[in-house]
């Protein structure tokens, strides 16, 4: 995560602490508009490119926010070093995150599969994943208790269909 991204959390933050839903909503969906183009709520929350967030899932996100920790960090050592245990990780697209496209389809395996059991290793039973490019590495969870969930995946598609072209996977662990 580059400062740049933290700069933007942290004032979709600040949105939502002042129960500003407009501007956080443009900022997510547009980056900026000049003031004379302000859609309304309703139209924002009416978008189809927007079936994830309405006034009521963003009134209990804002309630939550003080569980909310932000940390420049790599994820995967901070949970390969923590002691906490989650039911839920959302972890965008940084299951391959440094992959590039030079590198082997053997060594990218072996990567997102020491990925996924550092997260099985973090994750309550009956927990879940998503991830972003999830449904391209599903492939790769040997030796973990985590299993693609495939139901669960085709509810976040319908949910938020075609939202910046991410192939979706729900993971879900059991034991």
Known sequence: ???????????????????????????????????????????????????????????????RLSHLEIKHADVYDLLKKGIKMFNKIYLSNTIKYNLTIEDSDSNVKRIV????RIIDKRLLSGGIVL?????????????TSLFYDKDSTQSVFEADKGYDGWLYGVFRKID
């Open 1 to 63: 995560m580059n400062i740049k991204q933290i700069k933007f959390i942290r004032e979709q933050i600040e949105y939502l602490t002042k129960r500003d839903y407009i501007n956080f909503m443009v900022r997510r969906l547009y980056g900026s508009l000049p003031s004379w183009d302000r859609p309304t709520l309703d139209r924002l929350f009416n978008a189809d490119a927007n079936r994830y967030f309405n006034i009521e899932r963003l009134e209990r996100i804002t309630k």
């Open 113 to 116: 599969n020491s990925r996924f």
């Open 131 to 143: 991830l972003a490019d999830g449904s391209a590495v599903k492939d790769c969870l040997e030796g």
